[in-house]
């Protein structure tokens, strides 16, 4: 419907949505696939939406994180993460450090002489995620990101890591 009226915004929003839903619903490829044309839409010189093109190599990221394409998740978190510093895009910004924390939890999990360092990487971004998420009081956040730290702690437990 919104891309038929010419409504980018409407449309993109849903695009997003489907995005997302379909990386838990259909898989990494789906959501990929309709994520990356929309990106396409939204970098568009008519539209050229800056929280859209955020939250799309969001979702890519995450898509690629799924098929364990770690080197291809990074481009696009680091790609998100710039576009949400610049426009001051809080919620989301808190949301990418997250991300991005896991991202370096998940490459900790294969043993390798980097190990140490992808630990304290993860719990460095867990750091900036909370703060930003305490700073504009978002409790549903904060405590994603608590029981994030949670998980990492434990990890780290587990396999003897002691995180300063």
Known sequence: YFAK??????????????????????????????AQKALD??????????????LY?????????????????????EKAIMIARKFELLDLLSKLYLLYGKYLQDIALVKSVSQIDYVIGASN???????????????????????????LNSFCQLNGIVLT
């Open 125 to 151: 971004m867990y750091k900036k995620a909370l703060l930003i998420a305490q700073t504009i009081k978002n409790e549903y956040l904060t405590k994603k990101i608590e029981h994030a730290r949670a998980v």
């Open 41 to 54: 839409v939204a970098q568009s010189p008519r539209i050229n939406n800056y929280l859209f093109i955020a």
């Open 5 to 34: 009226t010419k409504n980018a915004i409407g449309a993109l929003l849903t695009w997003y949505l489907i995005a997302e839903a379909d990386l838990i619903i259909e898989g990494p490829e789906k959501s990929l696939e309709i």
């Open 57 to 77: 190599n969001k979702v890519i990221a995450e898509a690629y994180m799924a098929k364990s394409d770690y080197e291809s998740a990074k481009v696009y978190i």
